[in-house]
């Protein structure tokens, strides 16, 4: 149908590990994280252009 939007809304989290390593195996710093969204008008291109962005 026309004015129809059939765009896919695409969340997604990235995590990067902390670097920060202990003899104890613990950590005391939590890991950066960017959480984002993206709208597409397929899966495929909403991860092509995260791949792009990030």
Same mark, same amino acid.
Do not use: C, H
């Given at each position: ?6 765009? =896919? ?16 195996? +613990? @950590?005391?710093? +939590? ?8 709208? +597409?008008? @397929? ?10 962005? =990030?």
């Amino acid at each position: 149908m026309f004015g129809e939007n059939n765009n =896919y809304k695409l969340s997604f989290q990235l995590s990067i590990p902390s670097q920060n390593t202990s003899s104890e195996g +613990s @950590s005391s710093s +939590s890991p950066d994280t960017v959480t984002d969204t993206i709208e +597409s008008s @397929s899966i495929e291109s909403g991860i092509s252009l995260a791949n792009r962005l =990030y």
